[in-house]
């Protein structure tokens, strides 16, 4: 049976390959064939039926390898969680989805979850970053939730679309104020604005019966109750001392989305130590240096963000991504990576 559907994928991979040469630019449907076609040929652990450029750069979690290497030795299927960003002005493609990995039957739940960037160059993929974050629970989750967010799906009025360089500032917004941050920002949300992390709310969760809602105004740490704005206005992120390589690796105009690469430092010692908007004295944060690498992606309607959905893994501290130089990748400035020649 493996055998079969191996040889059923490699037909339908040369038929999408041809298909593909034929159209010339590489649209949203020769987007995400590409990403399904090359999670297939991982899968089948076989570079041949995904069309590779010769000098492909190639990272898993930020190391840099040749392929067929990492996940491609390992992976079992794809999940049904899918959820994609699409850049054919740029030839880039975004996605984040559920994978299985060997050692488990096809009966047992998915393996852990994967944030994809493919860069295409005359219909071959000439990059292919990987994060791939191997817990089962977060994986789990997204498949709970089964589908994602409407809002990522949905076409923005032509007359209200953003040009690509306003997407990326809005986007960058949310970094910017998250940085070391006091409260007293510009912070772009819509009023309904949701964040989903790990496949879990992380914003506007309700209180348990017989709690009381945390007040921002005496709370010592920002609260999942509050929503986005509500955090941010806390202050009580500051404790995220830098968040740097912001790579904005693909940008859909038609929808609204901006999907990056980036990471959060929390470099503790006297940085967890700071002051709220209102003048109360903290302590709050991680106790130990370390760093959050995270893929997040935005909704952005008329300049605000409505909608976030971020996956991330704790990684050694000061990591970098495989992709910047050193000061590009200790800088927190923001980079649309997708369009030629800005790297």
């Known amino acids: 049976m493996a055998k079969t559907l191996i040889l059923v994928g490699m037909a339908l991979a040369s038929g999408l390959a041809a298909q593909t040469a034929k159209s010339g630019a590489c649209d949203r449907a020769c987007l995400e064939g590409l990403v399904d076609q090359y999670l297939d040929a991982v899968t089948a652990h076989d570079p041949k039926l995904v069309p590779l450029a010769k000098n492909v750069k190639f990272t898993e979690n930020g190391q840099k390898l040749v392929i067929p290497d990492g996940l491609w030795n390992s992976m079992a299927g794809k999940?049904?969680?899918?959820?994609?960003?699409?850049?054919?002005?740029a030839g880039s493609v975004a996605f984040i989805g559920t994978i299985k990995e060997e050692g488990r039957t096809a009966s047992e739940p998915v393996a852990g979850v994967i944030a994809l960037r493919l860069k295409v160059d005359n219909r071959q993929i000439s990059e292919a970053e990987t994060f791939v974050v191997r817990n089962p629970m977060t994986a789990e989750r997204l498949e709970k939730i089964g589908t994602p967010n409407h809002l990522f799906l949905e076409a923005v009025?032509?007359?209200?679309?953003?040009?690509?360089?306003?997407?990326?500032?809005?986007?960058?917004?949310?970094?910017?104020?998250?940085?070391?941050?006091?409260?007293?920002?510009?912070?772009?949300?819509?009023?309904?604005?949701?964040?989903?992390?790990?496949?879990?709310?992380?914003?506007?969760?309700?209180?348990?019966?017989?709690?009381?809602?945390?007040?921002?105004?005496?709370?010592t740490n920002y609260s999942s109750a509050w929503g986005c704005k509500e955090q941010f206005q806390s202050g009580l992120l500051h404790f995220v001392t830098r968040i740097r390589d912001r790579r904005y690796v693909a940008v859909d105009q038609e929808r609204?989305?901006?999907?990056?690469?980036?990471?959060?430092?929390?470099?503790?010692?006297?940085?967890?130590?700071?002051?709220?908007?209102?003048?109360?004295?903290?302590?709050?944060?991680?106790?130990?240096?370390?760093?959050?690498e995270i893929a997040e992606m935005f909704k952005v309607e008329n300049g605000k963000l409505r909608q976030i959905e971020a996956v991330l893994d704790r990684s050694p501290y000061r990591m970098t991504s495989g992709w910047s130089s050193w000061e590009d990748g200790m800088s927190d400035r923001a980079r649309d990576?997708?369009?030629?020649?800005s790297r």
């Not at 999940?79 to 002005?89: A, E, H, I, N």
């Not at 006297?270 to 903290?282: D, I, L, Q, S, W």
Request: glycine share 10%.
């Open 256 to 292: 609204g989305l901006v999907f990056s690469f980036i990471f959060f430092d929390h470099s503790a010692g006297k940085t967890r130590h700071f002051e709220t908007p209102n003048g109360r004295a903290v302590v709050a944060g991680p106790t130990q240096p370390w760093t959050w």
């Open 337 to 341: 990576v997708a369009m030629p020649g």
């Open 157 to 219: 009025p032509e007359a209200q679309r953003m040009s690509r360089a306003d997407l990326v500032k809005t986007a960058n917004m949310y970094f910017s104020g998250m940085q070391q941050n006091d409260g007293k920002g510009d912070y772009p949300f819509t009023d309904d604005c949701n964040r989903i992390e790990n496949g879990m709310q992380s914003t506007n969760v309700p209180v348990k019966d017989g709690q009381a809602r945390p007040d921002p105004a005496t709370a």
């Open 79 to 89: 999940g049904t969680y899918r959820l994609f960003v699409d850049d054919p002005q």
